[in-house]
């Protein structure tokens, strides 16, 4: 396992015993909170439970295949299954991999890939699975709008359909920062419609999931910061040589992305919005 997969998993194993659940999204907020006490961990997992509640309420009537592309613990699978739908997940993590088998009941067949990956391995066979609907669930994030949209053409069936929820940029401009690696919208839409796929439905929810980055900084205001700073000092007071040693290499560039951090929610209100969009291949 290469460091990369292992910082990831580090990463989402403190998500959740954080949040004590074991969803990997922001959740739909519904009521959206009015004041900084609405903002608590126990109301955020009950909207992350209603989060998957509202997505799946855009599935089309008449499928029975879905392929969930970057799958995560299989909480949208589990739903799906529970729905009488054939499921697949893809994810490159072998931690999510023993999540996903459990959360499924061994229902649901676990791709241990990359989407890239995935499809490149069938090519080399000769063949190509095809599935009523692809689900991304934030994971288009980590993909090329071409991977997406070449992919989807290839995988889904002719009628079929692609579901996917996500942030996107909504500003071209914004190509540096903590969200940069989110897609450009219009040229995500641009590449569907490339691909033979009209938009069936979208609903932006960028106001049902922006408390969550709310709360995030509120407890890195709270926690956080505080915990970094006497961290710091502990290092400074023990062993001076290698706090210098940091502050010098590190110090600077530790404080932009704090600073940045704490300007999460404004970063996302003026870059970015967060769209569920159905799509339909044309036959």
């Known amino acids: ?50 989060y998957t509640d ?8 008449n499928i029975e295949t879905v392929l969930d592309v970057g799958c995560g613990n299989g909480d949208n699978a589990s739903q799906l299954i529970g729905k009488g739908l054939q499921v697949e997940g893809i994810a490159p993590d072998p931690f999510q991999e023993s999540s996903f088998l459990q959360k499924t009941g061994g229902k649901a067949r676990f791709n241990s890939n990359t989407f890239q990956g995935f499809i490149e391995d069938w090519q080399r066979i000769g063949s190509m699975p095809q599935y009523d609907l692809l689900l991304f669930s934030e994971s288009t994030q980590y993909m090329a709008v071409a ?27 914004y190509q540096t920062g903590m969200f940069s690696n989110c897609l450009i919208k219009s040229e995500l839409q641009m590449a569907m419609k490339e691909a ?49 040693i940091f502050d010098y290499f590190l110090g600077k ?29 044309l036959t």
């Open 1 to 50: 396992m290469d460091n990369v997969t292992r910082y990831q998993n580090a990463a989402l194993q403190y998500y959740q015993d954080l949040t004590g659940s074991s969803h990997l999204h922001y959740g739909y907020w519904q009521p959206i909170p009015e004041t900084e006490d609405d903002l608590t961990m126990a109301k955020l997992r009950h909207a992350q439970e209603k």
């Open 147 to 173: 991977t997406i949209a070449d992919g989807a053409k290839l995988l889904v069936k002719p009628g079929g359909y692609v579901l996917l929820a996500d942030m996107f940029r909504k500003n071209e401009d």
């Open 54 to 61: 509202h997505l799946l309420s855009f599935l089309p009537q």
């Open 196 to 244: 033979g796929f009209i938009l069936l439905d979208r609903d932006d929810i960028s106001q049902q999931i922006v408390p969550t980055l709310d709360l995030c900084v509120q407890n890195f205001q709270t926690f956080g910061v505080s915990t970094l700073t006497y961290l710091a000092s502990l290092v400074r007071i023990a062993v001076p040589p290698l706090y210098k």
């Open 253 to 281: 560039k530790a404080k932009v992305l704090v600073k940045e951090g704490l300007q999460a929610g404004n970063i996302f209100r003026d870059h970015l919005c967060y769209e569920i969009q159905l799509w339909q291949k």
